[in-house]
């Protein structure tokens, strides 16, 4: 038997192939995939063609195909179960990994690879991807159970739902009655309003573009008592005014590339206030003012990727129905058409304004 896979063979090129699918051991497994989110760093490759030769796509779900007897037992799932994969595979036996920050694992696996989709087809069983109608299980995976019922393109924000709990919840401790700023509301400013509601943050302020006044509509939706449209209104000054100048317990800043936000974070913080930088800059910020994170004793925190628990706890709430996630969910395609889903989720298509991508091969 064979899978269809998209591979990226080069920059801005993807290529519909077919692999054998692999015989399983004792501890490993095969994922059919149901729907495989479409990360902005899956875009960010395709442009710049950062790797070749590797199917992409770090974010599926999808059901368990086969499982060997010893991946049962060890993941605690059978043939038949929805799980939800996370990107990471990592080692286990490094200094990070034995300390529990198996995101900064830096052995990979018994192939030198530490996630999905960035591993090359050269190496057997070639399905290291999402992308994909199966995705081999190697025996380093993490996976989770999620609930059967839910709709797959739903289930599927796991991940980016994983980051909003993580960087939004469980770094910054965010405590009931926080006032909390996020700044950016593509997928990660809007799943982190869940993390934060959920924390039980009084206030929760989003900023975003002008562009960006859809996804700050679902911004209120999932709970926003406030947004802020940058290029309209003064961001200091609008928080100073929303929050009667007592400002933020928490700020979050998650735009990519903008430098702005991250100066802005240090003033819209308010003194002991916990800032977490999780969004990429191309540039260094020399406007970046260290005295004021003294004087006003301030917490900066670095996040990268998510956890095991942040993603357990993103599938509860998922479960949960509390938040409309449909209205995130803005487009799903099939693997033939995913040169237009990563270009539709980088902006790149007129009139689609993407925001949760997925990919379903069945
Ligand atoms: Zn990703
Ligand atoms: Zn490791």
């Known amino acids: 038997m064979q899978a269809r896979a998209i591979v990226q063979v080069a920059q801005r090129q993807l290529e519909l192939q077919k692999f054998d699918i692999p015989e399983i051991n004792d501890e490993e497994g095969l994922l059919r995939i ?32 086969e499982i060997g007897s010893v991946a049962a037992k060890r993941w605690n799932v059978q043939k038949g179960d929805r799980v939800a994969v996370e990107t990471m595979l990592p080692c286990g036996f490094c200094l990070p990994c034995i300390k529990g920050k198996y995101n900064h694992c830096r052995a990979a696996g018994a192939h030198k690879i530490n996630a999905y989709g960035y591993h090359n087809i050269e190496i057997k069983p070639s399905l290291w991807g999402g992308h994909a109608e199966f995705m081999y299980l190697d025996p380093h995976t993490l996976v989770h159970k999620v609930d059967k019922s839910l709709p797959a393109e739903i289930a599927v924000m796991f991940n980016p739902l994983g980051a909003g709990v993580r960087w939004a919840s469980r770094i910054p401790q965010t405590q009931i009655g926080d006032t909390v700023v996020i700044l950016g509301c593509g997928q990660r ?23 960006d006044a859809h996804k ?114 803005t487009h799903s395609y099939s693997l033939d058409q995913a040169d237009l889903a990563l270009r539709v989720l980088g902006n790149e298509v007129e009139g689609e304004h993407g925001i949760h991508v997925s990919i379903t091969p069945h």
């Open 216 to 329: 700050l509509e679902i911004a209120k939706a999932f709970g926003a008592d406030h947004v802020i449209d940058v290029e309209k209104e003064n961001v200091v000054k609008a928080v100073r005014n929303y929050t009667d100048g007592e400002m933020a317990d928490v700020v979050v800043e998650v735009t990519s590339g903008a430098t702005q936000p991250v100066i802005d974070s240090i003033d819209l913080a308010a003194r002991g206030g916990r800032i977490v930088l999780a969004g990429a800059k191309y540039n260094k910020i020399p406007e970046f003012d260290s005295n004021k994170v003294m004087m006003k004793e301030l917490t900066v925190i670095g996040a990268l990727a998510v956890d095991y628990q942040s993603y357990e706890a993103a599938i509860r709430i998922i479960e949960s129905k509390k938040y409309p996630l449909e209205l995130m969910h």
């Open 34 to 65: 149901e729907h495989s989110g479409v990360c902005g760093s899956d875009w960010s490759q395709y442009k710049q063609g950062t790797f070749s030769g590797v199917i992409p796509g770090h974010e599926p779900i999808g059901i368990i195909e």
């Open 189 to 211: 400013g809007l799943t982190g309003i869940i993390g934060a509601k959920e924390s039980g943050a009084k206030k929760i302020i989003v900023t975003g573009l002008s562009v």
